[in-house]
């Protein structure tokens, strides 16, 4: 009953026009409000989000670019928690349909993660549908994707292991949070991005819905590996090093930060901790896609269209490091 009447509310605030409100309405009472929830930023298959064919701006490449990126949240977490990724009903529609290689269940030690990641997977693979819904049949299907080569990769850049060695992001608890440090501030700031290239207000305040979700998650993941850094203080260092690699990719700008103050935000001396990564102004960063697949492709370059933990690149029209930048 609450889920139904936010989604009312969010109708009233997010329509376009009468027509689209009494449209949208419509939907709500007709098909209840586990599909009415895709009504929010497009209206499902019958209402689909106009193709990505039609310029490398429209609102549904910019959500479709936001679908891949929740491909990924939604295999590593499952991966983490169930031993297996998204079912075969959540992963196909239009582009090149990929695989994904690695993840396994984590032997975790701590009930309270164990927990967590239950359910920011959940959070996650509710993503994936949401926006598949919305989208109709614009939605992009699965690109391939590539875990354990991509870990390793990007820990092998960051210096928190050696040439040769392997990171196993599902080995244990303080692997699995740093995995998912990995992700969870770029989702963050790839929502915050992406903001400003959405023109329609009803799926603008969708995305908001989600990015405060994603937020959500990183301010967990980031709790939570401060308190194992107070354990082991050699956690602050690691995370540090994923911070600077991350930084290191996604253009000039010093925007990334990692969980202890005077690390790399000299502003905050005052208090040790860092769990909120912010601007002087306490305002979340935001990252155009272009930055965003600089740190998901693993490389700085300007132009490229794969790599890292998409070995074929993303689906749809917002696939280059260029874009945005």
Do not use: C
């Not at 303080?174 to 929502?191: C, K, S």
Request: charge should be neutral; hydrophobic fraction near 40%; aromatic fraction near 8%.
């Amino acid at each position: 009953m609450y889920e139904k009447q936010f989604i009312s509310d969010a109708v009233k605030r997010s329509a376009t026009t009468d027509v689209d409100r009494r449209k949208l309405f419509a939907m709500l009472g007709v098909a209840g409000a586990g599909a009415a929830a895709a009504t929010v930023i497009g209206g499902g298959a019958a209402n689909a989000a106009p193709a990505d064919a039609t310029s490398d701006a429209t609102d549904a490449a910019v959500l479709n670019f936001a679908l891949n990126l929740e491909y990924l949240e939604a295999e590593f977490y499952l991966r983490a928690v169930t031993g297996e990724g998204l079912s075969s009903k959540d992963v196909s529609g239009t582009g090149t349909y990929g695989t994904v290689s690695g993840g396994h269940a984590v032997p975790f030690k701590s009930k309270t993660i164990a927990k967590y990641a239950r359910e920011i997977a959940r959070d996650e693979r509710e993503h994936v549908r949401f926006l598949r819904s919305a989208l109709g049949a614009s939605a992009v299907a699965r690109p391939k994707i590539a875990l354990d080569a991509a870990f390793t990769a990007a820990a092998t850049a960051a210096g928190v292991i050696k040439k040769g060695q392997k990171f196993d992001a599902f080995a244990n608890d303080t692997n699995f949070l740093l995995a998912a440090f990995l992700f969870e501030d770029v989702g963050v700031t790839a929502y915050k991005g992406g903001a400003g290239l959405i023109t329609n207000k009803t799926y603008l305040d969708a995305a908001a819905g989600i990015l405060a979700v994603e937020a959500y998650h990183a301010g967990a993941v980031r709790t939570v590996l401060y308190g194992e850094a107070e354990k082991n203080h050699a956690v602050y260092g690691i995370v540090q090093k994923l911070s600077d690699a991350r930084d290191s990719l996604d253009g000039k700008s010093n925007d990334d930060q990692g969980i202890k103050s005077g690390l790399d935000a000299g502003w905050k001396p005052s208090n040790p901790s860092n769990l909120v990564p912010t601007d002087k102004n306490s305002i979340a960063y935001g990252r155009t896609p272009g930055h965003v697949l600089n740190i998901v492709y693993l490389t700085p370059e300007t132009n490229a269209t794969k790599g890292g933990f998409y070995p074929n690149g993303v689906n749809g029209a917002v696939n280059s490091t260029s874009f945005g930048n």
